[in-house]
């Protein structure tokens, strides 16, 4: 047996390593089915009512019949000021979305609705009402006379009862309209359709004339506004004297600019080319008479240039020529070498006066140069103060020109688009087309009953799904050994199933039941590290739990063991361990705590070997004085010496302070809980009340437990586990 119990203390620490808190769980599906399975009686009610529900609400509606016509819509652009392109085929998706939406809405409008109303002749009589199964009580005393609200409750009915229905692939509206009538149906979806049509060519018409009126008025505004700022110009003009030659120039300047061109700026023009061409003189004359003021005579440009000089220096060679010629037959002061001589200082005085006359030219050009450019500096600048007035003035009938240019292109503009809006005004291009008119159907669209039987089946699966959760809230039952270990921390000694004779199953060792109390047994042993207890208790939540079967059957699994085992039935209020032994209970634990009898006298033989029993005994006034009592640790510390092991039943947990007294004074306390029996909570509640008292709790054992019941089929791996146990304690 040393090798069964490590297994399955094993799997519980693997659940739970520290027995103390539990570990996050996940949704576990064999958990869910068992939890159906549990309920599903209550969860099978519930579907079946929905679908009842579903086709009796189904043969009791109204049929509907509908009528569709379908509308093909183009997209196109409003064209008011002429600079819109056509943007169909370069629109967005999301402005192609907008705009049929947009359509969508002006078919279920007010106005088309009332068109329709009033086409049909609904607002006559109260055959339409009738037809739809509206009734009609007027309201006495209300804001609404009794035809407006009628009008208002047939607009109601035909928008509430129309559909327009749009697959997003194609332009193709599909106007539906449903009531009792398929005939009405078919009339009504036809007449949205044409009125809705009609509505579109009127809201063109209406755009167009107030395009025509808009434009008009703006023509006539920027008329007036060219007038007088042409006006404007004209006067300014006129009273500043400002003449433009700019035309009269031919335009020769090439300048694109609008500024006019007067006389003083034509003067300064003029005036500052000759005051150029003046500097350019003057600077060009007083570089020559630089030149020429130190150099020598002869040796000057202009001199040497001159035919004069020229013809001079020619005859002064030949008469030098003849002189030198003269002097080699004769002395210089022969009359005839005197005579050249005579010749030759004439032509040099002549050609000096010459020179003279030359440079004094020169000079005389360089200041004629230089008073020119100081006169025309003087009427420059005299031009120049009257330019800069001038300047000012230009410029302001620069910008009235400007302004009058702009007013006339806006009006040549506007001119242009409303003869264009004029010409194309009778004329309306429609971008909506029927493509099908609606038919009489015979056929109810609603209600359709594989419909109503899906939807309330969904509804029963979602009503059951709420009754599910709802009731695992609420009955938040301890079930499984899987809620022993995760949900309580405790850590599961054993799962005992449910059997008619718990005892009757004991006397086979074989059995399921003595296999579920060995393993029992075998957690017993090891909970402490002395091994097996000397004394241990059972108790459980409330009453009729199993507890006291188990503490028989316990204390049947030591004695098979060879232990000598004493059963001690400390539940005096209830106590139940003779019926299940068949012993005598005149005397027993109460006779022997109060001092009736000698323990002896009480000690009883049970059918099992090596296993004695008290019981009860007579139930007494105060159990609970008995069981505070010092008599019983003397009673229990005799019996010590004689027994290996000392099992009491004690009385349940809740409501009772007996078991959290006992459990104080034992080495090992069990607790028995029924499996979905007691809530979470209760459980919780006992077991803190008996740590509180210092209770040393072994684990857990969960009796009655039936899987099959409960959801999760047979019991396979606690069978298992059983008969796991089962074959280690042949080989032990």
């Known amino acids: 047996m040393s090798n069964s119990q490590p297994a399955t203390l094993e799997h519980a620490a693997m659940i739970n390593p520290e027995y103390g808190e539990a570990e996050p769980s996940v949704i576990d599906l064999r958990e869910v089915y068992a939890a159906v399975y549990r309920s599903r009686v209550a969860l099978i009610a519930i579907v079946a009512s929905c679908l009842v529900i579903g086709v009796i609400v189904t043969l009791l509606t109204t049929k509907q019949y509908e009528g569709e016509a379908t509308v093909e819509v183009r997209q196109e652009a409003e064209k008011v000021l002429g600079t819109e392109q056509d943007s169909e085929g370069a629109s967005s998706k999301a402005d192609v979305e907008r705009f049929l939406q947009t359509q969508i809405d002006l078919v279920g409008s007010r106005a088309v609705t009332t068109a329709v109303a009033e086409d049909l002749g609904l607002f006559r009589g109260n055959g339409f009402l009738e037809t739809m199964n509206i009734e009609y009580e007027p309201a006495p005393g209300g804001v609404l006379t009794e035809q407006e609200a009628k009008r208002n409750l047939i607009i109601e009915a035909l928008r509430d009862n129309l559909a327009i229905r749009y697959t997003g692939d194609t332009r193709l509206l599909n106007i539906v309209f449903s009531s009792p009538s398929p005939r009405l149906s078919a009339r009504v979806a036809n007449s949205f359709a044409d009125n809705y049509i009609r509505s579109n060519l009127q809201r063109k018409s209406d755009s167009s004339s107030y ?17 007088e700022s042409e006006r404007a110009a004209l006067e300014y003009a006129r009273r500043t004297r400002i003449v433009d030659v700019s035309n009269a120039a031919g335009g020769s300047s090439g300048q694109g600019n609008n500024q006019p061109q007067s006389l003083i700026a034509a003067q300064l023009v003029q005036l500052n080319e000759a005051y150029s061409t003046a500097v350019s003189e003057r600077v060009a004359a007083e570089q020559r008479w630089r030149e020429t003021k130190s150099a020598p005579l002869l040796n000057i440009l202009e001199v040497l240039g001159n035919p004069a ?31 050249v001589s005579a010749r030759l200082t004439e032509i040099d005085r002549q050609l000096n006066a010459l020179a003279r006359n030359i440079r004094s030219s020169v000079q005389s050009q360089y200041e004629i140069a230089s008073q020119r450019e100081e006169q025309l500096q003087r009427q420059l600048d005299e031009l120049k103060g009257r330019t800069l007035v ?17 007013n006339r292109q806006q009006s040549e503009s506007l001119l242009r688009r409303f003869n264009q809006l004029n010409a194309e005004s009778g004329v309306q291009a429609n971008n909506l087309a029927i493509v099908d008119r609606a038919v009489v159907n015979p056929n109810p669209a609603w209600p359709k009953i594989p419909l109503n039987l899906a939807l309330a089946l969904v509804a029963g699966l979602v009503m059951s799904a709420l009754y599910l959760i709802v009731h695992l809230q609420l009955f938040d039952k301890i079930r499984t050994a899987v809620d022993v270990t995760d949900r309580l921390g405790m850590p599961m ?39 097996m207890p000397r004394t241990a208790m059972v108790t459980s939540v409330q009453a009729a739990e199993g507890k006291s079967s188990c503490c028989v059957s316990i204390a049947i699994g030591f004695s098979r063991l060879g232990k000598r085992v004493l059963m001690i039935d400390l539940d005096l209020r209830r106590p139940n361990v003779h019926r299940l032994l068949s012993l005598s209970n005149k005397v027993g634990a109460s006779s022997v705590l109060s001092g009736q009898v000698p323990v002896e006298q009480a000690i009883q033989k049970s059918p099992y070997e090596r296993l004695d029993i008290i019981t009860g005994g007579p139930i007494p006034p105060s159990p609970t004085d008995l069981i505070m009592g010092n008599q019983l640790d003397v009673l229990l510390e005799e019996l010590g010496n004689t027994y290996d092991i000392i099992m009491i039943d004690s009385p349940p947990v809740l409501a009772l302070a007996d078991a959290e007294i006992l459990s104080r004074r034992m080495q090992a306390t069990m607790f028995i809980i029924e499996s979905g029996r007691n809530s979470r909570k209760a459980v919780q509640n006992a077991l803190a009340r008996l740590r509180r008292n210092g209770a040393h709790i072994a684990g857990v054992v969960l009796t009655k437990y039936d899987p099959g019941e409960l959801g999760y089929g047979d019991y396979g791996d606690y069978a298992y586990v059983y008969r796991y146990a089962s074959r280690e304690q042949k080989h032990d």
């Open 211 to 227: 395009a025509l009126d808009f434009l008009r008025k703006q023509l006539r505004e920027a008329q007036v506004r060219l007038e």
């Open 309 to 339: 000089v020229q013809r001079l220096l020619e005859q002064r060679a030949t008469i030098e020529a003849e002189y030198r010629q003269q002097l080699e037959s004769r002395q210089e002061d022969f009359p005839a070498v005197r005579q």
């Open 390 to 406: 001038e300047q000012n003035q230009s410029i302001q009938l620069s910008i009235l020109r400007r302004e009058a240019d702009t």
């Open 493 to 531: 000694l054993g799962a005992i199933p449910f059997a008619d004779d718990v005892l009757v199953q004991m006397s086979d060792p074989k059995s399921e039941i003595s296999e579920a109390f060995n393993l029992v047994r075998t957690g017993i042993s090891l909970s402490s590290e002395g091994g």
